[in-house]
């Protein structure tokens, strides 16, 4: 109901952003839902705030009437929050359900974060891209496709975080998380590491590139390619002790944008 | 029949006890010529009175609010540009994670349950002094001795703890980050631990045992209520924190493996281990503040605090609730029960919101005098409200997914703790005189609150806006995204702003040194405290009035003012029965 | 008394209420293990306070109508100045600093937290000059 109800006018979308996935949109009306309840709950607070301020300035040396409580009014304001809490937490749980659940699929990425890059393996496949910090490893998936991804580290804790899909996950070590992305728009969308992990951490860069089902089916392909499978697998080997030298430059300046 | 025990209160026949007038006998009575004890810097090493440890604390506090200050100013210069070079990365990872520490466990906690409370309770409960004297002086050494190690990190090979002021493991282990640095971090913790729970188990048994005659617990101040709950969740949780940082120690130091994967261990085991304490830490701090405001509403308004009860209810929830929250702190990790931690998170809300609407309504139909300390007050009210706010969003994981580690986060939690401080500076207002016996200068003060109010939102409300928009926290560069330069240099203006009213605060201080003198009761206020000396004698009263109520120097000074009772609607029927006193 | 057992015994509940729900429906132990041993940290002194609150007379505090005067008498020992905090809070110094730079900080750590114990009980009550 909340959804046609927003979908009939402009809602601000204050601050967020809809995302390109399936549940990234559900998300973003959630966003909004909040945020119309956080605004009237909040403007009428500073009006009661504000009223107070300048209607009950002191004026001389009158002791005010000293009223101490007013049961009925406290009442009120104990029992309608418990209310909206619990509306807020049945929209939550729609939401939520949607973005953890996990549809049978055969398209499936293994993301691998390690310290200070990412590794991407599509089992069933030869696939497997590597990169660290700001070589940016690009991960590509099809669209309009459930893309089941299977996350884990190999060290530290590191956070899998792309901002178009209005998403992050904790890659931990030891533990196998997955969830399930279902893109709707192509196009690249960069994702960087959230979770403090060491030294590189704010370099921790990779893009997710969403493309056709056939342009999918080709870079697949590429794999197949004796060549490039050796070169894939020997930049896996990479040591970190490569790490430093792909640090950026003092003054180096963006290639990709958002 | 059974026998009538004695109270469980040790009494001893010593030399400090209550006069039929209500206050101290006349072991005094003689003048300080008679007190021959030690003087100077060792007076201050042995000093047990809870007055003097009280401002001890402030003082180091302080100090610490200007360290961890430092560091935030450092940091905001580094984020000036999308990749600067102020700081090498491995600075960088220092300077949050001894912003956090130093702001959190070292100017925050021990400001917030060592240096206000220690003065003021014991005064507005009518006792001579805390339960346990020497051990409130120990807290106070475990305190500066575990201030002094944990920032000595940074003049150790390798520096100062560079894992956040979480230490999330395995980051924190010694594979990954060796060097002393990080064992100063967590011995400092387990000095200013023991020292948070000696003063918790101080607070309450002097909450419990040394209240004066007619004090019941429902007459305390409302600021003694929320340290005695304050306390209780200190007792709850640093045991917690420090059993984790032994685990963590051993993990380093004796082979074994709580934390790591080869040997078995769960690393996601710390992030429960310190979040059932981190969750109560904030409430920790947030309690004590809330109750200074609360006092300082009600007496700048010339009214009771309204819903007392309904207080003392909300205060109880919180802390209750407070330690069922923790893991949504880790909604991200995938491991942890979402639909638990997101309704009991929501629920919190309910009780703070209580706390805000009787805020207003102390102040409804009140006759408001906007001293600094007044002032400090409300602008409490409207950045909580922010921080608040932007909390509930944090509750439901699927708003928290994409907001998680990003500078919404940083943002919300930043509006919370800015309030804090606006309370606390409320509170050094209001008590300053009672403590020191000197007023502070009002107009400088109002100076300090305009530029510690806008800038606190200036710094914030950037902040939130760059968190959607995807830049991450503990980043030193984001080479990537250069336009968020924009929004980064407009919070720096805000952060340069509060180090400018910081700045003011000290002079503030310079510019009133004994210029002032405030009186007994230069604000008219309502509690107990109010009736003695500025600054109070040893041993804390000359003499008691008698208490009725939770107001008794308000009914001692206004009589046929008292706080309306059930079916009770105008005070003519009460000039009927004066307040007598003893 | 019994208003703060109330206090302390409710909180019991609540932690203990909120135990069972929690490790039930999540099977998580280091959670469920906390908040059960928060139950029991509240039950303990919740459960003095109730005991003694039903044998103790009605302490001034706890009366409502009481006078000054009518609690007048001697409300407690309070050590005056006292050297053996200060000692204690070095020693417990030291001691740490041996968890981090070795073993041999022990020596004057330990010592100053013993000779503060020692001291500090020779001291009894009363403590030093005020």
């Known amino acids: 109901m909340a959804a046609l109800a927003l979908s009939g006018c402009t809602v601000p979308s204050f601050g967020a952003s809809a995302g390109v996935t399936s549940s990234s949109k559900s998300v973003y009306h959630l966003w909004q839902g909040f945020s119309i309840g956080a605004v009237v709950i909040g403007a009428l607070v500073v009006l009661l705030i504000l009223w107070a301020v300048l209607r009950y300035r002191r004026k001389g040396d009158h002791i005010p009437t000293q009223h101490q409580y007013h049961l009925p009014l406290e009442v009120l304001y104990t029992v309608v929050p418990i209310l909206i809490v619990f509306g807020l937490f049945a929209a939550t749980l729609v939401v939520e359900n949607k973005e953890v659940s996990n549809p049978k699929t055969n398209v499936i990425v293994d993301v691998n974060a390690f310290q200070w890059g990412w590794k991407f393996t599509y089992p069933g496949t030869n696939a497997l891209v590597y990169g660290q910090t700001t070589q940016d490893p690009e991960m590509v998936v099809p669209v309009n496709t459930n893309i089941h991804i299977n996350l884990t580290s190999s060290d530290v804790i590191h956070g899998f975080y792309v901002h178009a899909f209005n998403f992050s996950r904790y890659a931990l070590p030891g533990v196998l998380n997955e969830f399930t992305i279902r893109a709707q728009s192509t196009g690249t969308y960069f994702g960087q590491c959230t979770q403090l992990c060491g030294l590189y951490h704010s370099l921790m860069w990779f893009r997710v590139k969403v493309v056709s089902q056939s342009d999918y089916n080709a870079w697949i392909a590429t794999f197949n390619n004796p060549t490039a499978e050796a070169a894939a697998k020997a930049a896996s080997k990479t040591t970190s002790q490569q790490t430093a030298s792909l640090v950026p430059s003092k003054g180096s300046t963006t290639k990709y944008g958002r | 029949m059974t026998d009538v025990l004695n109270p469980p209160v040790q009494i001893e026949s010593d030399d400090h006890g209550r006069g039929a007038g209500g206050g101290l006998d006349d072991v005094h009575g003689h003048g300080h010529e008679e007190h021959h004890g030690p003087t100077g810097i060792l007076k201050w090493i042995t000093t047990t009175d809870h007055k003097v440890i009280g401002l001890s604390y402030t003082v180091t506090a302080v100090i610490m609010l200007v360290i961890g200050g430092a560091f935030a100013e450092i940091i905001r210069v580094q984020l000036a540009s999308p990749n600067g070079s102020l700081v090498s990365l491995a600075q960088y990872n220092e300077l949050f994670t001894m912003h956090g520490s130093v702001m959190i466990y070292l100017f925050a906690g021990p400001f917030a349950f060592g240096a206000l409370a220690n003065i003021i309770v014991p005064i507005q409960i009518g006792a001579p002094d805390m339960a346990f004297p020497r051990l409130n002086a120990l807290s106070y050494w475990l305190y500066l001795t575990g201030a002094i190690t944990m920032l000595s990190g940074f003049f150790v090979s390798g520096g100062a703890a560079n894992f956040g002021w979480v230490a999330y493991a395995p980051l924190s282990n010694s594979i990954n980050t060796p060097g002393a640095g990080a064992d100063l971090w967590i011995g400092g913790l387990l000095l200013t631990g023991f020292s948070a729970i000696f003063t918790g188990v101080n607070l309450t048994a002097t909450i419990f045992y040394l209240r004066a005659p007619g004090m019941t617990m429902f007459r305390m101040p409302i600021f003694t209520w929320n340290m005695l709950v304050t306390s209780i969740l200190i007792l709850l949780a640093f045991p917690v924190l420090t059993a984790g940082l032994v685990m963590l120690y051993c993990d380093r130091h004796f082979g074994t493996h709580i934390f790591s994967v080869a040997g078995g261990g769960v690393p996601v085991l710390w992030q429960h281990l310190f979040w059932f304490w981190g969750h109560p830490e904030v409430y920790i701090l947030a309690l004590p503040f809330f109750g200074m405001v609360t006092e300082i509403i009600a007496v700048f308004s010339r009214k009771p605090v309204f819903g007392y009860k309904g207080m003392i209810f909300a205060t109880l929830s919180i802390g209750a609730l407070s330690l069922g929250v923790w893991a949504h702190h880790m909604f991200t990790t995938g491991v942890v029960l979402l639909p638990f931690f997101s309704i009991m998170s929501l629920l919190i809300a309910v009780p703070t919101g209580i706390k805000m609407f009787n805020w207003i309504g102390t102040m409804w139909r009140g006759e408001i005098w906007f001293s600094t300390a007044m002032l400090m007050a409300l602008g409490f009210l409207f950045t909580f409200l922010i921080g608040g706010l932007t909390g509930i969003y944090l509750a439901s994981p699927p708003l928290d997914f994409f907001t998680h580690d990003t500078y919404f986060v940083v943002a919300h939690f930043h509006s919370v703790v800015m309030a804090l401080v606006l309370g606390g500076m409320a509170g050094l207002y209001y008590w300053g005189p009672k403590i020191t016996g000197y007023l502070l200068n009002e107009r400088i003060g109002k100076w300090q609150f305009w530029s510690l109010f806008l800038g606190s939102q200036i710094f914030t409300f950037p902040l939130y806006i760059l968190g959607l928009e995807g830049m991450p926290r503990r980043v030193a560069t984001y080479a990537h995204d250069p336009q968020w330069k924009t929004l980064n240099d407009i919070s720096t203006v805000g952060a340069v702003i509060i180090g400018v009213s910081t700045i003011l605060f000290v002079v503030n201080v310079v510019v009133s040194w004994k210029k002032y003198p405030s009186g007994d009761n230069p604000w008219d206020g309502h509690t107990l405290e109010w009736f003695t000396t500025s600054p109070p004698p040893h041993h804390n009263f000359y003499r008691l009035p008698q208490i009725r109520s939770e107001r008794p120097t308000w009914d001692y000074n206004h009589p046929g003012h008292q706080a309306l009772h059930h079916g009770q609607h105008d005070e003519l029927a009460l000039h009927a029965e004066e307040v007598p006193v003893s | ?130």
């Open chain 3, 1 to 130: 008394m019994k208003v703060e057992a109330k206090i302390l015994l409710g909180l019991g509940l609540f932690f203990g209420i909120m135990c069972a729900v929690y490790w039930n429906w999540s099977l998580e132990n280091a959670g469920g293990v906390m908040m059960f041993a928060a139950m029991l940290l509240c039950f303990l002194p919740g459960g003095y306070y109730y005991w003694w609150s039903r044998r103790m007379k009605a302490r001034p505090e706890d009366d409502p109508n009481a006078t000054q005067a009518g609690g007048a008498g001697v409300v407690g020992a309070f050590p005056g100045t006292s050297i053996w905090p200060f000692t204690l809070g070095m020693g417990a110094f030291f001691v740490v600093l041996a968890l981090v730079f070795g073993i041999w900080f022990l020596v004057p750590g330990l010592t100053l937290v013993v000779w503060a114990m020692l001291g500090g009980t020779a001291e009894g009550r009363r403590g030093g000059q005020h």
